[in-house]
């Protein structure tokens, strides 16, 4: 049973608009939530992070939200841009355990 | 270098053949956990060093996959009579003390 479901295995958004990511989780013991990026042929990189103790992280033009209640946490990238398009992970974690990741969401920004 | 390193970026294998995939961690990161991505897939969880302590082996898919990691610093997966389903890219992570895992670019492993 998966417990980081990305719904959503793609997105398109137009450059300069916002791009919205989403990700659900079951496991109400996870206490920190990672966005990560990939791009083709190479490894994911870290893109921004959030405690369960926050509900709002912000990063230049990425944000993630946390809403505990709903086990639900997302990722806005505002403007968007072309080199924003890539395939983002979104991942949890219980202390000393590794990450749980979703499948993932491929996202196009269009120029 | 600063990152991790994972060798070779790319192999090709016979089926029924073993296959030896290395990783060498960012200095000083205690944990290190191998994942693979197979095609059209998300990233799926093999197995997890921390420190001394016991590794996670929870994900290991069958028991042709073991995974050693020396001195707490280079690891090795190695998996045993390759089979078609396990073409994958591998990817090796290493964190410190903060929950951040920084990836290689991992190994793109075929087996044919």
């Known amino acids: 049973d998966q417990q980081v479901k990305q719904n959503s295995p793609s997105l398109s958004v137009q450059e300069g608009r916002i791009s919205i990511l989403n990700c659900d989780y079951t496991n109400s013991m996870f206490d920190y939530f990672l966005w990560y990026k990939k791009y083709p042929a190479e490894g994911p990189t870290f893109l921004i992070s959030i405690s369960s103790i926050k509900d709002k992280n912000e990063d230049g033009r990425f944000t993630v939200f946390l809403n505990k209640s709903a086990k639900h946490l997302s990722l806005h990238i505002v403007p968007s841009q072309p080199g924003d398009s890539a395939v983002y992970f979104c991942a949890a974690s219980e202390r000393n355990t590794p990450l749980v990741f979703g499948k993932g969401t491929r996202l196009s920004v269009i120029a | 270098g600063a990152g991790v390193s994972q060798s070779p970026s790319n192999k090709v294998t016979e089926k029924g053949k073993d296959v030896e995939l290395r990783c060498d961690p960012i200095s000083g990161h205690t944990a290190l956990y191998w994942y693979r991505q197979s095609l059209g897939q998300g990233l799926e969880f093999l197995i997890y060093f921390q420190g001394n302590s016991a590794p996670d082996k929870s994900g290991l898919p069958s028991d042709r996959f073991s995974a050693e990691r020396t001195g707490g610093s280079v690891s090795t997966l190695t998996i045993q009579r390759t089979q078609q389903e396990d073409s994958a890219v591998y990817l090796c992570?290493?964190?410190?003390?903060?929950?951040?895992?920084?990836f290689g670019q991992g190994t793109r492993l075929t087996v044919v």
């Open positions: 992570a290493s964190s410190d003390e903060r929950v951040e895992a920084f």
